[in-house]
């Protein structure tokens, strides 16, 4: 998941528990034992900073009982929180679903450091911080920046906006890490022509022979560049049934018959610039394609535009479906097609195994 989605979810109860400790130290100007002179009566500004302190430590209560409710009342009414992906959530409303774990779930990691605050007015005060989030089930954690601003309300201090921003320090290959999956040798068979081809097996189930008519529709080998920062997809396709430009978008023109042996290479990599895993194709038809790739559950979606070497566009919507062993369900979905309707094409990628060395 994206560092926005991560840390919204838990950023929001996150940062008050460095604020409920800073909180339990003695006040400026305060002189603890007995003894010892008393020490001046706090100042306003004093006065106002402990009472954030004794908010931010109720919210953390309220966090450690998982009460939503509670962590809601210390909201204002039109309160906002806007995650580092742009996502607007209001606050009330986002802190209210928080409920009691299942057993054996744990929350994820998280760490805040270097905090801030300071007042704007007489009832406005700002909270910066950064924070470090480890998901459940992985050993990297997320960094981000938060921004939390407190308003006096009725006499009582009370959250009216955070804002998140992450802080990139991931490589392209640690994004593409998910990915990891294609690298390898595949044969892909059409399922809607080829009525005997492999179905969808469970995991740790042998892969049945091939039957010797059902010839592969694309074979495709997959490797990492030198740097980790992008991996190479080369297609072949045998026997071309419609455009070659990129098998993400495997039939995209009707056929005209026989055609000649093409292949598609292709490069997936993070974009720095759209923020997002990006890939790259090129035909040798001279066509060409660009594809905008995102993690659904257990699928991974590539919304593909490709032109064609007469200059016309297509597009399409290409979902592969891993098992986690040796198959990939790969369907595509074509969204436009110039005049044409095109239907859906099914294909299963199967994965050769590798020789064993002598």
């Known amino acids: 998941m994206g560092m926005g989605c991560v840390v919204s979810r838990c950023l ?25 002179p008393r020490a001046a009566a706090p100042s306003p ?9 004794a908010a931010t430590a109720a919210y953390q209560q309220a966090l450690d009982r998982w009460d939503g409710k509670a962590m809601a009342d210390l909201w204002t009414a039109d309160g906002d929180i806007i995650d580092g992906d742009g996502r607007v959530m209001h606050g009330r409303e986002t802190v209210s679903l928080t409920a009691m774990p299942t057993e054996g779930e744990q929350r994820p990691d ?26 459940n089930g992985s050993s990297t954690p997320l960094a981000g920046r938060f921004s939390a601003t ?12 955070l804002r998140e921003s992450p802080i990139t320090s991931q490589t392209g290959g640690e994004r593409l890490k998910d990915l990891d999956w294609m690298v390898g040798d595949w044969r892909v068979v059409d399922n809607s022509s080829a009525p005997n081809a492999p179905s969808q097996k469970p995991s740790g189930t042998a892969l049945p022979e091939q039957p010797a008519h059902d010839k ?21 396709i045998p026997h071309d049934t419609g455009n070659s430009t990129d098998r993400s978008d495997p039939k995209g023109s009707a056929s005209n018959g026989s055609a000649p042996a093409s292949h598609v290479t292709q490069r997936i990599g993070w974009d720095p610039l759209s923020r997002q895993i990006c890939s790259w194709s090129f035909g040798s038809d001279g066509g060409r394609s660009e594809a905008v790739w995102s993690h659904d559950g257990d699928s991974w979606i590539a919304r593909t535009t490709a032109v064609l070497l007469d ?16 198959e990939c369900l790969w369907k595509s979905f ?20 590798e020789k064993p060395l002598k």
């Open 216 to 236: 592969p529709l694309i074979e495709v080998s997959v490797r990492w560049n030198a740097t980790h920062t992008y991996l190479l997809r080369d297609m072949k």
């Open 110 to 135: 998280f760490r805040i450091h270097e905090t801030n605050l300071r007042f704007l007015s007489a009832d406005v005060a700002l909270e910066d911080g950064t924070v470090e989030v480890t998901p």
């Open 334 to 353: 074509h969204t436009h097609a110039g005049s044409d309707h095109l239907p859906q094409v099914n294909m299963t990628m199967i994965r050769i195994p």
């Open 150 to 161: 407190w308003l006096r309300h009725n006499g009582a201090w009370k959250l009216a906006a």
């Open 45 to 53: 500004r004093a006065t106002d900073e402990q009472a954030i302190r």
């Open 311 to 326: 200059g016309s566009q297509t597009s399409s919507l290409n979902v592969y479906t891993y098992n986690g062993t040796n």
């Open 12 to 36: 929001v109860g996150c940062f008050v528990g460095c604020l409920a400790w800073a909180g339990s130290l003695p006040a400026c100007g305060q002189v603890a034992g007995a003894g010892k």
